[in-house]
Nanobody
Framework: VQLQASGGGLVQPGGTLKLSCTTSQISFTDYNIGWFRQAPGKEREGISCISGSDDTTAYEDSVKGRLTIARDNSKNMVYLQMNNLKVEDAATYHC???????????????????WGSGTLVTVSS
């Protein structure tokens, strides 16, 4: 399964971006979907997920209050609204299936199944 992330770009600190995730291969209502990011020289970091069954969400502490994950079932899309971006948010962002229940534990244990190409977010003045 390949998930396609898009919406990245260059933004100044404090700015906003909205990332999108889509695929034609699965229905997002049947899967938990998450986002992880990876910056050059840094470990992959799970940052958010949303449950396929009841819209339960989870966020890593570093992004809590600034990022919001949501799903549009009619479009089979998952979004990541990113507000008040910081320089340290710069990374390539990927969306992925999450193979266990959506929770902070899932994010910290990198419980991701399938993903595809990511989208680059650059935060710089």
């Amino acid at each position: 399964v390949q998930l396609q992330a898009s919406g990245g770009g260059l933004v100044q600190p404090g700015g906003t971006l909205k990332l999108s995730c889509t695929t034609s291969q699965i229905s997002f209502t049947d899967y938990n979907i998450g986002w992880f990011r990876q910056a050059p020289g840094k470990e992959r970091e799970g940052i958010s997920c949303i449950s396929g069954s009841d819209d339960t969400t989870a966020y890593e502490d570093s992004v809590k209050g600034r990022l919001t994950i949501a799903r549009d079932n009619s479009k089979n899309m998952v979004y990541l609204q990113m507000n008040n971006l910081k320089v340290e948010d710069a990374a390539t962002y990927h969306c992925a299936t999450v193979v266990i229940d959506c929770s902070v534990v899932a994010l910290r244990h990198q419980a991701f199944g399938s993903w595809g190409s990511g989208t680059l977010v650059t935060v710089s003045s």
